[in-house]
């Protein structure tokens, strides 16, 4: 049985939690970011409402069916500087998926790592998931560098796998099984 709400989740040096109205200036600071808003729902305008309007949508992703949407905040400041969802579209096959942004002005400190290694474990505890799928653009070394420190295995690459902007991306797919 999954959990009807966000939970709060930990791992040093971030907490995943849900999104709260004042994280809104973390989504106006990844508005102009080059790949954020074409990946997700991140609004390009930059302005306080399309901000709340994204948070509102965050909040509802569990109430739909869609998934968990949990900020990535720093643990000694309750900051958020980025997102990760648990995506739930394939959950009556047992597979859930993962993605995650940090804006770019909190990158490379860890929270990615941290944030997947709190999702991850706490997805392959649940009774409904036994196959966590991550799909990352074979460029974006830093993201694949944080799946493989999870241990997520790379399967092979998807070749034009999701539409990214106006163009068609291949996609490296990982996966971590319930057992591993």
């Not at 995650?100 to 990158?107: G, K, M, S």
């Not at 941290?114 to 974006?140: C, I, K, M, S």
């Not at 560098?145 to 034009?160: I, K, Q, V």
């Not at 163009?167 to 099984?177: F, K, P, V």
Request: hydrophobic share 40%; net charge negative; aromatic share 8%.
């Amino acid at each position: 049985m999954l959990p009807d709400t966000v939970p709060t989740l930990g791992h040093d040096p971030i907490v995943l939690r849900a999104f709260r109205d004042e994280d809104a200036a973390l989504v106006q600071s990844v508005a102009t970011d080059p790949l954020i808003p074409l990946i997700t729902t991140v609004p390009t305008s930059g302005t306080s409402d399309d901000a709340i309007a994204y948070i509102q949508r965050q909040r509802e992703r569990l109430r739909t069916g869609a998934g968990y949407s949990f900020a990535i905040a720093e643990a000694g400041t309750d900051e958020a500087v980025g997102q990760i969802g648990l995506w739930l579209a394939k959950i009556d096959e047992g597979r859930a998926s993962t993605g995650y942004w940090v804006a770019p002005q909190r990158r490379r400190r860890g929270y990615v790592t941290a944030a997947l290694h709190a999702l991850t474990d706490w997805a392959l505890r649940l009774d409904d998931v036994h196959r966590l799928e991550l799909y990352v653009e074979p460029w974006n070394d830093g993201s694949w560098r944080a799946a493989e420190a999870c241990g997520y295995t790379r399967e092979g690459l998807l070749r034009s796998w999701q539409q990214v902007g106006d163009e068609r991306r291949d996609m490296y797919m990982y996966s971590r099984i319930e057992c591993e």
